[in-house]
């Protein structure tokens, strides 16, 4: 899917403890944050050049940079998300989940009145832009498991969850 360019656009990068984060803003708001050099790859290949702008983005990284520091458990941040109504809605229920707690995608998908959705719902989690921002990794398998982030990558969401203090240290936590 082809992003609409809106404006003035940056991005920056935050280091992490999930290693480096790459943060693209808007005049709207925070569009994409890419959790992975793959994403990041892929987000540029799509969208063609973005300037590095620290000062555009530097509210974001800081937000950010608080939330792995333990200093910050909600966002306060303009969200520049495109997608389907389902998604947004998804999406939205997502930021509803309390810092250091967790939810199944059944739940997530009743919460959105598609009792029988929880794949829908593990589709728009695997869909979304803002990874953190909108807390996709708190959501897990019914079983308990830490099932899909970013792909296969449920060690970010156990780095994630256990900074939250939302799961057992005996999650993997080991980053690639």
């Known amino acids: 899917m082809k992003h609409a360019i809106h404006g003035t656009i940056g991005f920056d990068v935050l280091l992490s403890p999930i290693g480096p984060i790459h943060v693209v803003v808007d005049e709207r708001g925070v569009r994409k944050v890419a959790v992975t050099e793959e994403e990041w790859e892929e987000y540029k290949e799509e969208l063609g050049s973005i300037p590095q702008d620290s000062e555009l983005c530097k509210e ?3 937000q950010l940079q608080e939330y792995f520091n333990g200093d910050r458990r909600q966002f306060d941040l303009p969200l520049a998300v495109e997608g389907t109504e389902f998604r947004k809605r998804v999406w939205q229920q997502l930021q509803s989940i309390p810092y ?3 939810r199944s995608y059944k739940e ?3 919460a959105v009145g598609k009792p029988k959705a ?3 719902v593990g589709q728009a989690n695997r869909a979304n832009p803002l990874p953190i921002l909108i807390p996709c990794h708190r959501v897990i398998g019914a079983s308990g498991n830490l099932v899909g982030y ?4 449920t060690d970010i969401k156990s780095v994630l969850l ?3 203090g939302a799961v057992p240290q005996s999650f993997p936590t080991n980053t690639k």
Not at 150 to 153: D, E, L, Q, S, V
């Open 162 to 164: 256990r900074l939250e």
């Open 100 to 102: 250091g707690e967790v």
């Open 108 to 110: 997530i998908a009743s």
């Open 60 to 62: 974001a990284i800081r």
């Open 150 to 153: 970013a792909g296969t990558r």
């Open 118 to 120: 929880p794949r829908a």
